[in-house]
């Protein structure tokens, strides 16, 4: 392996690269990335609240302000695990941009975190809107909301980075499915989204706190409802950060292994 | 000349003889309705009040379960009948190829359809024994579920073959998507109707999994009365009514 060196201007092409692909489909992501997810808060979040009493076992005043910051950073997760698989192996194999882009002086490395980026700058603009509409849903309680895109995008890199280094060692997608819906969406489902976690056995539980998805929602909890505490947010973080970097190393050595003729 | 059964019977072997080759798909759509099950069935249902269903009290779980299995039954159908029917369609081209071998487009559509109707009927059958087994059934009547499960799936198939015949591109499907979250959280599934205004209960009596959700419930609780006929007729309707239309656009898509 070279040196790595990550130039800003070839990282800036690939996340330009994306952003004018999007100028064509952006009616999809509006749907699928901000109207999916917020359907979901408001369905779950007003349907079942109504037929919920008491919320103090959740630790919120409503069910609302339980399963709002759960689904934003839980669909922030579905997102970014998708986008990894066919999305990613799209632009690596079949389009095979990406295979066009390294016979520029960008590399394989900076193709990656580029397109680590492009997921990571979506989820923070498709998590503002959900936000704004969560927000009005249940009200400003801590200033600490302002970060919230940011984390959103932080859960979604956390687990697309890994599942990049999965996908660019595949020839083709068989198991993509069998990744998404056994690992990806369970996660999404179970990870404190809908209900509390001590709800489970500890041994799921301990499965659960292993994978960044419910990291990413606890912080989103505590940011939107102003339970902050310094020192649990600061391991969540810490969780996330492991998976990220852990995660580009791997995947950095998977594009250059794809992109190598 | 061939018979249409054998001619059917080769579609669905077809299918049979792809996915053999990839089971985790199949078996990826029997637990998804059990993570939701887990999720929000059984972890709120200390917390959820519990439901009242034709006079009876439930609680959240049993609530909960059966409206599940008519979940399961249309992520079987839904899949093959519209995401992978519009790849054989355009880039398989596969349905080109079979209509230059002696079988007619009825046979085709009839072949593929019977392939998600089993699908259905498979998802909810494996799901149905795993809620009996938790203890979320409470009436014999339950295994009537398998044939109203592929009822669902016919339905939903018909729909879907239907709705994927006006699909452009891969772009389109994402509101086909958004349209299958919305029947899966809004159809009573998760909270009883009546928590929506008198118009929302309309327009959710025109929906399909509505439907079949009320006759999975009032057969696991075993309360079926005269308003099941009415949810039955409904399925039956839009099956038969968006399966001659699908065919219509079909037959001029195809033959030409």
């Known amino acids: 392996m070279t040196a790595l060196t990550l130039h800003p201007t070839s990282l800036w092409h690939v996340v330009e690269h994306h952003i004018r692909r999007t100028r064509r489909s952006w009616a999809g992501l509006l749907l699928s990335g901000v109207l999916n997810p917020i359907f979901t808060m408001l369905a779950l979040g007003v349907g079942i609240g109504s037929q919920i009493d008491d919320t103090s076992s959740l630790g919120t005043n409503g069910y609302l302000e339980f399963v709002g910051p759960g ?51 979506r989820l923070t603009f498709s998590s503002s809107l959900f936000l704004v509409v969560l927000l009005i849903g249940i009200g400003w309680e801590s200033s600490f909301a302002l970060l919230v895109p940011f984390i959103a ?18 020839e083709t997608d068989r198991g993509f499915a069998l990744i998404a819906r056994m690992v990806v969406t369970p996660l999404f489902v179970l990870s404190g989204t809908f209900t509390n976690v001590e709800s489970f056995p500890a041994a799921v539980q301990a499965v659960i706190k292993f994978f960044p998805a419910f990291h990413g929602i606890e912080l989103t909890r505590m940011f939107v409802n102003g339970t902050s505490e310094i020192g649990a947010a600061l391991g969540h973080l810490a969780v996330l950060a492991v998976w990220i970097v852990a995660g580009w190393f791997a995947a950095v050595l998977g594009f250059q292994k794809a992109l190598t003729p | 000349m061939i018979t249409t059964t054998f001619a059917v019977r080769s579609v669905v072997e077809r299918n049979i003889i792809f996915f053999r080759r990839d089971l985790g798909i199949l078996l990826a759509g029997f637990l998804e309705p059990i993570f939701w099950l887990v999720g929000i069935g059984i972890g709120l249902n200390s917390i959820v009040n519990d439901v009242e269903v034709a006079g009876e009290l439930l609680s959240y779980r049993e609530f909960v379960a059966p409206g599940l299995i008519a979940v399961a039954a249309m992520n079987g159908a839904a899949f093959d009948s519209t995401f992978n029917f519009f790849y054989k369609l355009h880039y398989l081209k596969l349905y080109d190829a079979m209509l230059a071998t002696p079988l007619t487009l009825s046979n085709v559509v009839s072949g593929e359809v019977s392939w998600s109707v089993l699908r259905s009927t498979l998802y909810a059958s494996v799901f149905l024994a795993l809620t009996a087994v938790l203890g979320l059934i409470s009436s014999p009547l339950a295994i009537l579920i398998i044939p109203v499960a592929a009822l669902i799936g016919f339905c939903i198939s018909a729909i879907g073959v239907f709705s994927t015949t006006f699909i452009r591109n891969w772009h389109d499907f994402d509101y086909l998507s958004l349209a299958l979250q919305l029947l899966f959280l809004c159809s009573g599934t998760f909270f009883p109707i009546t928590v929506y205004p008198d118009w929302g209960q309309a327009l959710v009596n025109l929906t399909p999994l509505y439907h079949g959700v009320e006759l999975c419930r009032h057969l696991a609780l075993g309360t079926v009365g005269l308003v099941d006929l009415f949810h039955l007729g409904m399925l039956a309707g839009a099956t038969v009514g968006f399966g001659l239309w699908a065919q219509k656009r079909l037959e001029a898509k195809l033959l030409d």
């Open chain 1, 71 to 121: 689904v934003l950073a839980g669909s922030a997760f579905l997102q970014g695990g998708f986008t990894a698989l066919w999305p990613t192996m799209s632009q690596l194999r079949w389009e095979g941009a990406y295979q066009n882009v390294v016979r520029t002086p960008c590399s394989a490395a900076e193709v990656l975190t580029g397109h680590l980026l492009w997921i990571a700058l």
């Open chain 1, 153 to 170: 995008a932080l859960t979604a890199v956390s687990v697309a980075a890994p599942i990049c280094a999965f996908t660019a060692r595949r």
